[in-house]
């Protein structure tokens, strides 16, 4: 063995200590651990999940015709009056209604068609807003129906009832470590909103205002320019109280 002098011992520990630290900045600069997640931080909300969209969608209505007897009763003509003025209103394309062939109330079905036609014409839908399409069921015993449908734009949500993952603590269930809501959570909610919608272009827009009322402001500026209350009196409402506490 070669005998190392003092001097030799100091520079080797010399550099031992520089590559160390060398290594320590590299490591420093290209550390890839694993990221930290923090559970408030991650985007989960059933708004997200399940978002409320606006698309065109089929709205229908459904007559049931008999064997014996074609025509409309009174509900089923306010029934497709009613229709006629939602289409008016609402409504993106043709009328269809399905009439069935091929079944023992087809006579009958034909013969109600062809007051449903005069019906939707009253209420203002033209001939070419309405198409006649003629089906045969899959049983041709069944007492098939007439189905009246049209497209409009609606406001949909889901499908709900989806299950992906289970709820328990499980090992493929990856929401449950990180105290996430499950898949199905707030679907109905989102779905039964979107379903009460009258306008889908509220979701995106406000209204515009409508005209005020010129009378009723006229004479409230009215009673301003007199210097006069502007509040409304109500004469009669104190009759209806059995108590006169408070006064």
């Known amino acids: 063995m070669t005998n190392r002098t003092p001097r030799d011992r100091v520079r080797t520990l010399r550099l031992l200590g520089a590559l160390a630290g060398l290594s320590v900045a590299l490591g420093a600069c290209t550390y890839t651990g694993a990221e930290v997640v923090t559970t408030a931080s991650v985007p989960y909300d059933y708004r997200q999940n399940h978002p409320i969209a606006v698309q065109e969608a089929d709205t229908s209505i459904v007559v049931f015709v008999g064997q014996g007897r074609g025509g409309l009763s009174a509900a089923q003509r306010a029934d497709v009056m009613g229709l006629a003025r939602t289409w008016v209103r609402e409504g993106t394309g043709a009328i269809v209604v399905d009439v069935p062939v091929d079944t023992p109330n087809a ?18 839908v033209p001939a070419r807003g309405v198409r006649l399409h003629r089906y045969r069921p899959d049983d041709p015993r069944t007492l098939a129906t007439i189905r009246l449908s049209y497209p409009k734009i609606s406001a949909v949500a889901g499908p709900c009832g989806l299950w992906p993952e289970d709820l328990g603590p499980s090992t493929l269930n990856k929401g449950y470590s990180e105290n996430r809501p499950y898949h199905n959570f707030g679907c109905a909610n989102q779905r039964n909103l979107a379903a009460m919608i009258d306008n889908p272009a509220d979701l995106e827009q406000p209204r515009s205002e409508t005209a005020a009322y010129t009378a009723r402001r006229t004479e409230a500026f009215e009673k301003y320019r007199k210097g006069t209350s502007t509040a409304t009196n109500y004469p009669e409402s104190d009759k209806a109280k059995l108590s006169d506490t408070g006064k």
Do not use: H, K, N, V
Not at 107 to 121: D, G, K, Y
């Open 107 to 124: 006579r009958a079905a034909a013969s109600t068609a062809q007051e449903i036609r005069a019906t939707l014409a009253a209420g203002g």
